[in-house]
Each structure stands twice: as C-alpha cells, then as structure tokens.
C-alpha cells in the first residue's frame, strides 16, 4: 500500500510522497486534479474542478446562508453600537451645555444682586 512504500512516488527530486491520480507528481508538487480557474494551480476540490477559492468543494447552501445572517447581524450590532455611543456623545454635550448655561445664569443673577444692592447703597448715602 502507498502508506507502508507500495504504490507510484513522487518523481519530484527529493520526494517521497505517493503519486495522486493519474500523475507522476503528489499534490504538493502538482499531481491530482488542479483549480481549472486561470493563473490558479491550487489543487480541485471535492467533485468540482475548482479549488475552494475559486468556488469548488462541497458547500451546503444552509450553512453558508448561516454564516452570512450571522455576518448581517454582528454588522447591525456594531452599527446600533455605534449610533447609540454617538447619541450618549450628543446627551453629554447637551448637558455640558445646559450646565454652562445654568453657571452663566447664576453668575448673572448675583452680578445683578451685586448692582441691585450697589444701586441701593449708592442711593441710601
């Protein structure tokens, strides 16, 4: 058998893997089928003639369209994620705001009390 020596090698210089298919070659240096895709010598997949970059290999259609819900909704968690830390941002300055607002009020109202009570001691003398 190929794993106890039988079977056709690799005639690759310095291998000693056994031959795939109806090559001269183990899969590492070219044997079995190869990705038909252009450019590509990644070896075919499964009962296509494309490696699993180029779409072949079995693929179960209910778990790619699992994996692809599962992508569409870490997506919306990140973006509802993202608009409410924006919202707790835009409360945040509102309330700097309206806290400024409330200081500056209160420093008008005691700098009117303070001329209110000038105005009074100016008159009384």
């Known amino acids: 058998c190929i794993v106890h020596g039988g079977g056709k090698r ?3 210089p310095g291998c000693n893997k056994g031959a795939k298919g109806a090559t001269d ?4 240096h070219g044997g079995n089928r190869r990705c038909q895709e252009p450019g590509c010598s990644k070896s075919a997949k499964g009962v296509t003639d494309r490696c699993l970059a180029h779409g072949g290999g079995t693929r179960d259609q209910e778990i790619l369209a699992a994996r692809a819900a599962q992508s569409k909704a870490r997506e919306e968690a990140a973006l509802r994620a993202k608009a409410e830390a924006r919202e707790q941002a835009a409360l945040k300055t509102q309330e700097e705001a ?3 607002a409330a200081s500056a009020e209160a420093a008008l109202a ?3 009390a303070e001329l209110d009570r ?3 001691q100016s008159s009384n003398n």
């Open 10 to 12: 690799c005639q690759e």
């Open 110 to 112: 005691a700098a009117k």
């Open 25 to 28: 070659s183990c899969v590492a």
């Open 118 to 120: 000038l105005r009074a």
């Open 98 to 100: 309206l806290g400024r």
